[in-house]
C-alpha cells in the first residue's frame, strides 16, 4: 500500500460527459502528479500541484483540468469526453520539500471507459 | 530532447533465467534513476533508484542495476527469474537540477516468465 488513494477506481461514461477523478496523496506529501497511461502513449505526465499552487504541465488536453485543495487532496476533471480519453489515471505524491531524489508514490489508478 | 529508452517492449525468460531488461537515458548530466514495476490492475511501485551513491543499486525482490555512465544505461537484471516476476516494468528519470521533481518514463517492457 502506497498510501496514495484514488477514487474512482473504475469509471464507465459515455462520450461528452464530464467525470471527476479524485486523489488523497500520502500523509505530509505536498506534491500531487497526474499521469495518464495508456497503450498507444505510455505514461503521460498531465500536471503537477504543490501545496496548493499548479508547478507544471505536461501533455494536459485542455478539456482537463485539476486543483489541489487545502487539505491536499486532488481532483482532476475531464470534460467532453471522447473515446480517445479512455486510459489509466493514476496520480503521485511526493514530500516535495529540499532535494528531488525522492521518488514518487503511485495510487493504484482510476480506470476510465468511454463508451 | 531529454528522454528514456526502453529496448524491447516484451521480454521473455525462463523460470530461473537471467532477466535483463533495458534502459538508457538521454542527458548530458546523468540523472537520477527509477526503475517500477506495475503488476496487472495495479500501480507503479519502486523497484530500486539511483541517486549518485553506488552505481550498483540493489532493490526489492532480488532485483538490481547497474548505472554506467559511460553507457548512459541503467539497465535491470535479476539474476534468477520467478513466475512471480511477470509485470511490466517502467524506467523512470528526473533531471538533476529540476525542482518540479517530475518523473519521465519510458514506454515500458512486458516481461513473461515460462515455467
Known amino acids: 500500500d502506497s498510501g496514495v488513494t484514488q477514487t474512482p477506481k473504475h469509471l464507465i461514461t459515455a462520450t461528452g460527459q464530464r467525470v471527476t477523478l479524485r486523489c488523497s496523496p500520502r500523509s505530509g506529501d505536498l506534491s500531487v502528479y497526474w499521469y495518464q497511461q495508456s497503450l498507444d502513449q505510455g505514461l503521460q505526465f498531465l500536471i503537477q500541484?504543490?501545496?496548493?499552487?499548479?508547478?507544471a504541465k505536461g501533455n494536459i488536453l485542455e478539456r482537463f483540468s485539476a486543483q489541489q485543495f487545502p487539505d491536499l487532496h486532488s481532483e482532476l476533471n475531464l470534460s467532453s469526453l471522447e473515446l480517445g480519453d479512455s486510459a489509466l489515471y493514476f496520480c503521485?505524491?511526493?514530500?516535495?520539500?529540499?532535494?528531488?531524489?525522492?521518488?514518487?508514490?503511485f495510487g493504484e489508478g482510476s480506470r476510465l471507459t468511454v463508451l | 530532447a531529454q528522454s528514456v529508452t526502453q529496448l524491447g517492449s516484451h521480454v521473455s525468460v525462463s523460470e530461473g533465467a537471467l532477466v535483463l531488461l533495458r534502459c538508457n537515458y538521454s542527458?548530458?548530466?546523468?540523472?537520477?534513476l527509477f526503475w517500477y514495476v506495475q503488476y496487472p490492475n495495479q500501480g507503479l511501485q519502486l523497484l530500486l533508484k539511483y541517486t549518485s551513491a553506488a552505481t550498483l543499486v540493489k532493490g526489492i525482490n532480488g532485483f538490481e542495476a547497474e548505472f554506467k555512465k559511460s553507457e548512459t544505461s541503467f539497465h535491470l537484471t535479476k539474476p534468477s527469474a520467478h513466475m512471480s516476476d511477470a509485470a511490466e516494468y517502467f524506467c523512470a528519470v528526473r533531471y538533476r537540477g529540476s525542482t518540479l521533481g517530475r518523473l519521465y518514463f519510458g514506454r515500458g517492457t512486458q516481461l513473461t516468465v515460462w515455467p
Open positions: 542527458s548530458s548530466v546523468p540523472p537520477y
Open positions: 500541484y504543490y501545496n496548493g499552487e499548479e508547478r
Open positions: 503521485a505524491s511526493t514530500d516535495g520539500r529540499g532535494g528531488n531524489t525522492g521518488e514518487l508514490f
